[in-house]
């Protein structure tokens, strides 16, 4: 297929933008990338598709998100995290059946595909949620799924001993590393190479100095990546200070988490050392605006972009993830030119991509890679014009609302605004009805502040 009359983001080297551009795609890749006219008179009997007015940017990466709570949306809203955690999402997640992770593993990345993302890092897919099925929504969708399977031996969180895991998520070794082990043996590299499987670790002392240290070993023996919540709240800075006199990340260098096959999450209580051990050491970073609101980057560190999970950001809309990285930053550093658009588009887009080891494959719009792109329509919608600027459009007045259609390993997986891989209506509904089953066993209901007659 030849898509013709568009204006491209490249994302490339030199970061050109393509007006009255053209891609070619032959299986699942862009076979060639230029302007239309030239593109149509060198292949005058490829197929097109007209894009005329329309923008196209590299598929949005992802790079932390949680399954399992998109169908926990809005029910520990306006809490504190310890509350959070211990009180709300920890007892729904604790008692969540297979079924119900499958049907809220496809509510998430139908989401995700219809707003423009186009491959994700899952952090924590727990055993109860059956590996298996949210794998097989990964290979039904489309979509492009780094799988992070949890790794803890340990029901504790932060430096407080008093604040335990529901029973429900605590694991054993042989669950969690060995499991993971297993399942990076039967799916890596499945579907086309879109599913990969990951260690995803609880964070300290969720998660033992001793089972850290192994997980580490095994990643660099089997080539296998890890991502980790690191630096999320205060008294995760406490416990590696007080516990092993150490910071973050002078921690994660201990037990071997550092380095360029490493995705750190919340990296939001740093000092000063952390941020060269982590720039030295190649270590991606995560940033998650909408779920910490904290400033999370340091000078030469990769920073990708992540939505989190829908009780705590409410969406899974990277496009409007970008906005708030945007805008946050400035306010934080008094400083209206820190992260301008174009540095936001990076974060989610080619950034993203190296975090998940695909810089040479997906990220940007060039010959050989694989076909992975995003289609907006601004020209229709009353905010997002008039439009001189369209990365500033993109980042400043976009939602994922403006995506059109998406293109995945050359398949096209939304168009037109219309999923093609999945039945939306009957995820909708089947979500509603577990989401239903899930609260009245768990006897939890969410309520307003406000009387409800």
Known sequence: ??????????????????????????????????????LRAEHPDEPTYDLENKL??????DTHVHLAQAMLRGSGDDCELIEWLCEK????????????????????????????????????????YGFDGIAQAVEESGIRGCLGKIVMDVGK???????????????????SLLGAVAMHDKWHGKANDRIHVWFGARTPPGVSVELLKEMTTIARERNIRITMHCAEVDADKIHYRENHDMTAA?????VGLLGDRTVLVHMVWLQDPDFKLLAESGTHVSH???SNCKLASGAGVNVGLGCDGAPCSNTYDLIREMKMA??????????????????????????????????????????????DFVVLDFESKLHTNPSPNP????????????????????????????????????????????????????????????PVV
């Not at 007006?19 to 299986?27: F, I, M, N």
């Not at 196209?56 to 990466?61: A, D, Y």
């Not at 995506?403 to 509603?432: A, F, N, P, Q, W």
């Open 1 to 38: 297929m030849l898509y013709i009359n568009a204006t491209i983001v490249t994302m490339n080297a030199r970061r050109e933008i393509l007006t009255e551009g053209a891609l070619l795609v032959k299986e699942t890749r862009i076979a060639a990338i230029g302007k239309t006219k030239a």
């Open 56 to 61: 196209v940017i590299p598929g949005l990466v």
């Open 89 to 128: 999402i920890w007892v729904l997640q604790g008692q969540m059946t297979a079924a119900e992770a499958y049907g809220s593993a496809r509510l998430c990345i139908a989401e995700m595909l219809k707003s423009g993302t186009t491959c994700f890092v899952e952090a924590m897919c727990a055993d109860r």
């Open 157 to 175: 969180y932060a430096s407080q001993s008093s604040l335990t895991m529901h029973p429900g998520l605590v694991e054993t070794r042989e669950q």
């Open 250 to 254: 002078e921690f994660c260098d201990y």
């Open 288 to 290: 998650n605006p909408s």
């Open 326 to 371: 945007a805008a946050i930053h400035k306010a934080v550093s008094c400083n209206p030119v820190t992260m301008p658009a174009e540095t936001v588009l990076e974060m989610a887009t080619i950034n993203g991509a190296k975090a998940v080891g695909l810089e040479h494959e997906i990220g940007s719009l060039e010959t050989g890679k694989k076909a």
């Open 391 to 450: 990365i500033s459009t993109l980042v400043y007045a976009a939602t994922g609302g403006e995506v059109e259609t998406v293109v995945i390993d050359g398949r096209l997986v939304v168009e037109k605004g219309k999923l093609l891989t999945m039945d939306e209506e009957e995820i909708k509904r089947e979500v509603r009805r577990h989401a239903d089953n899930l609260y009245e066993r768990v006897g939890f209901r969410g309520k307003s502040r406000w």
